[in-house]
C-alpha cells in the first residue's frame, strides 16, 4: 500500500536493500507513538520511519552531513517530530528547531526532511556536531529574506534556500527585520502553511489563517492561528473560540448607509 519493501521476521522487518536494516517490533510500536493501530495517522508514521531508516542507511556520515538543515516545527503540531528532536526553542513556546535533512527521499531531492531523534539514534547516526553550521545556514537565510522584505513590506514572506517560512521564523536576522520601526517592537504574522506568511493582517479576514492551515496537509501545515513576533520570541495567539463560524456567521448590517454624492458628470 506504501510502496515499502520489507521481510516480517520474527524479530521485527527487514528492509529490503544493501545494507538491510532490521527494524524491531518495538521500534516499530515507538514509530506509531500511540496512534490508533488502524489510523491513517499509524499508517503515515510507520511508513515515514521505515523509509528514513532505509535512507539513512543508505548514505555515508559525510554525505549526511552536508544534507544537514535546520527545520523548524509548531510544537502543537502532530507531526512535530518530539522533544528529543529539538535543538532549540524560541522563545514563546510556540517554534521548536531540530535537524531536517535535505534530498533525503531520492523522489524529492528539494525537500527538507524532519528526521526524529530517536530515527536517528537508531540508524547510530548522532547529528550533534552539525548544529552550529546549521544555525550559521539559518541566520544566513534570514538575512536573504530580511533584504527581500526591506524591498516590499507588504510582500508575503515566502522560503529562501532550503528554510521555508516555519524555519525562518526561527531566525533572529529575520525576526528583528519584521518589527524594525514598530513602537511596541511586536508584529502580528500570520503563517498557516510552511511555503507562505503574511505579515499585513489588515487585508486578511480573521479566519483566513485557521481555514487556510486546516485545507493543508499536515506535513505541509504551518500555524493554525496568527502569530505574536518580537526580535527574541514567536507566540501564537489563545484559542478563543471557532474563527471560522464566527467568520461565516458575520451577518450585513440591517441598514445599509446610503450618503448622497456629489459628483459631476464628464461631457
Same mark, same amino acid.
Given at each position: 500500500?506504501?510502496?515499502v519493501?520489507l521481510?516480517?521476521?520474527?524479530h521485527?522487518?527487514?528492509l529490503?536493500?544493501?545494507?538491510?536494516?532490521?527494524?524491531?517490533?518495538?521500534?516499530?510500536?515507538?514509530a506509531i507513538?500511540?496512534?490508533?493501530?488502524?489510523?491513517?495517522?499509524?499508517?503515515?508514521?510507520?511508513k515515514?520511519?521505515?523509509?528514513?531508516?532505509?535512507?539513512?542507511?543508505?548514505?555515508?556520515?559525510?554525505?549526511?552531513?552536508?544534507?544537514?538543515?535546520p527545520?523548524?516545527a509548531?510544537?502543537?503540531?502532530?507531526?512535530?517530530?518530539?522533544?528529543?528532536?529539538?535543538?532549540?526553542?524560541?522563545?514563546?513556546?510556540?517554534?521548536?528547531?531540530?535537524?531536517?535533512?535535505?534530498?533525503?527521499?531520492?523522489?524529492?531531492?528539494?525537500?527538507?526532511?524532519?528526521?526524529?531523534?530517536?530515527?536517528?539514534?537508531?540508524?547510530?547516526?548522532?547529528?550533534?556536531?552539525?548544529?552550529?553550521t546549521a544555525?550559521?545556514?539559518?541566520?544566513?537565510?534570514?538575512?536573504?529574506?530580511?533584504e527581500r522584505?526591506s524591498?516590499n513590506l507588504?510582500?508575503?514572506?515566502?522560503p529562501?534556500?532550503?528554510?521555508?517560512?516555519?524555519?525562518?521564523?526561527?531566525s533572529?536576522?529575520?525576526?528583528?527585520?519584521?518589527?524594525?520601526?514598530?513602537?511596541?517592537?511586536?508584529?502580528?504574522?500570520a503563517?498557516?502553511?510552511?511555503?507562505?506568511?503574511?505579515?499585513?493582517? %489588515?487585508?486578511?479576514?480573521?479566519?483566513?489563517?485557521?481555514?487556510?492551515?486546516?485545507?493543508?496537509?499536515?506535513?505541509?501545515?504551518?500555524?493554525?492561528?496568527p502569530?505574536?513576533? %518580537?526580535?527574541?520570541?514567536?507566540?501564537?495567539?489563545?484559542?478563543?473560540?471557532?474563527?471560522?463560524?464566527?467568520?461565516l456567521?458575520?451577518?450585513?448590517?440591517?441598514?445599509?448607509?446610503?450618503?448622497?454624492?456629489?459628483?459631476?458628470?464628464?461631457?
Amino acid at each position: 500500500m506504501h510502496d515499502v519493501d520489507l521481510v516480517p521476521s520474527p524479530h521485527g522487518v527487514i528492509l529490503d536493500g544493501d545494507p538491510q536494516v532490521l527494524v524491531t517490533w518495538a521500534e516499530c510500536r515507538r514509530a506509531i507513538a500511540g496512534a490508533e493501530l488502524e489510523s491513517q495517522t499509524a499508517y503515515f508514521r510507520l511508513k515515514t520511519w521505515l523509509n528514513q531508516r532505509r535512507w539513512l542507511a543508505d548514505r555515508p556520515l559525510e554525505d549526511l552531513a552536508e544534507r544537514a538543515r535546520p527545520f523548524g516545527a509548531y510544537v502543537e503540531s502532530a507531526t512535530h517530530p518530539g522533544m528529543d528532536w529539538v535543538r532549540r526553542r524560541v522563545l514563546g513556546d510556540t517554534l521548536d528547531l531540530g535537524f531536517g535533512f535535505v534530498g533525503l527521499d531520492p523522489a524529492q531531492p528539494d525537500l527538507v526532511m524532519p528526521v526524529p531523534q530517536q530515527v536517528l539514534r537508531a540508524a547510530s547516526v548522532e547529528p550533534a556536531p552539525w548544529w552550529p553550521t546549521a544555525v550559521v545556514y539559518l541566520e544566513r537565510m534570514g538575512e536573504m529574506a530580511a533584504e527581500r522584505l526591506s524591498r516590499n513590506l507588504k510582500a508575503p514572506l515566502r522560503p529562501m534556500g532550503d528554510c521555508d517560512v516555519v524555519t525562518l521564523l526561527g531566525s533572529r536576522t529575520l525576526r528583528s527585520a519584521i518589527v524594525k520601526d514598530l513602537a511596541d517592537g511586536m508584529r502580528t504574522v500570520a503563517v498557516p502553511m510552511r511555503s507562505r506568511g503574511w505579515l499585513d493582517l %489588515t487585508r486578511i479576514d480573521p479566519a483566513f489563517s485557521a481555514a487556510a492551515a486546516r485545507l493543508t496537509r499536515p506535513e505541509d501545515r504551518g500555524f493554525d492561528r496568527p502569530l505574536l513576533v %518580537t526580535k527574541e520570541e514567536v507566540v501564537i495567539a489563545r484559542d478563543d473560540g471557532d474563527l471560522i463560524r464566527h467568520g461565516l456567521e458575520d451577518r450585513l448590517a440591517e441598514v445599509v448607509d446610503l450618503r448622497d454624492v456629489l459628483y459631476h458628470r464628464s461631457q
